[in-house]
């Protein structure tokens, strides 16, 4: 069974960092894309970034260009997505999910990131 | 980047009736290798999207077929045959034919 498990969400201030972290199990890690969505509290969805399978592409979205890094360990399973200089507009459920013909077919629960002060 | 634009759902919609939902892009979602990257996605409420449709009309694992999907170009449709209360929730189109990958605004589906 595929799962994805986020983890390092939080509240945090503007201006600071986090690093949140997806676990990946049941598939081939290192054989999808992986991308980082979010989702503003009752708003919809926002692509955030993708990697290929051996992290030697990666692309993200205007808004958090310079700021946002997303990474893989395909020896941990692992995607990761290292924000700094947060804003209050990063505020968001940030899920990861598994690439899938042009788009995403696994997703994960979500981890809340909360920047106020 | 491609806007995604969807129309919203005639509220509320009726068991067992069909309910269809318009997804029109900026610009052709045809990519250089010929296939269309548009995928439809539901999210219930409390819980993450699912995937339900790729490439305009492939229905993914497990989602039944009451669910389908067409278009071409711009244009796309997802038609529910007979709604069912499970079917509550946001849909929204997906277009991941151009980086960055960009989402429908939500069509909101009510019983």
């Known amino acids: 069974e595929v799962q994805l498990m986020e983890s390092g969400g939080g509240l945090v201030q503007p201006g600071g960092s986090l690093r949140l972290s997806c676990a990946a199990s049941?598939?081939?890690?290192?054989?999808?894309?992986m991308s980082w969505v979010r989702q503003a509290p009752g708003k919809g969805l926002e692509w955030v970034a993708i990697i290929k399978q051996d992290g030697s592409e990666k692309y993200d979205v205007d808004s958090v260009k310079g700021r946002f890094t997303i990474s893989r360990d395909n020896a941990k399973n692992s995607v990761y997505l290292q924000m700094n200089s947060l804003r209050a507009e990063d505020t968001a459920v940030y899920y990861c999910a598994r690439g899938f013909v042009g788009t995403t077919d696994y997703w994960g629960q979500g981890t809340l990131v909360t920047v106020s002060s | 980047d491609i806007v995604m634009t969807q129309t919203p759902l005639p509220s509320p919609v009726t068991l067992g009736q069909p309910a269809s939902i318009s997804c029109r892009s900026s610009?052709?979602?045809?990519?250089?290798?010929?296939?269309?990257?548009l995928s439809w996605l539901q999210q219930r409420p409390g819980q993450p999207p699912r995937l339900l449709i790729y490439?305009?009309?492939n229905r993914f694992s497990g989602v039944p077929d009451r669910f389908s999907g067409s278009g071409a170009g711009t244009d796309f449709t997802l038609k529910i045959s007979r709604v069912e209360a499970e079917d509550v929730g946001v849909y929204y189109c997906?277009?991941?034919?151009?980086?960055?990958?960009?989402f429908g605004q939500g069509t909101k589906l009510e019983i």
């Open positions: 049941g598939f081939t890690f290192r054989s999808y894309w």
């Open positions: 997906m277009q991941g034919t151009q980086l960055p990958h960009t």
């Open positions: 610009q052709s979602l045809v990519r250089s290798d010929g296939d269309t990257y």
């Open positions: 490439k305009i009309s």
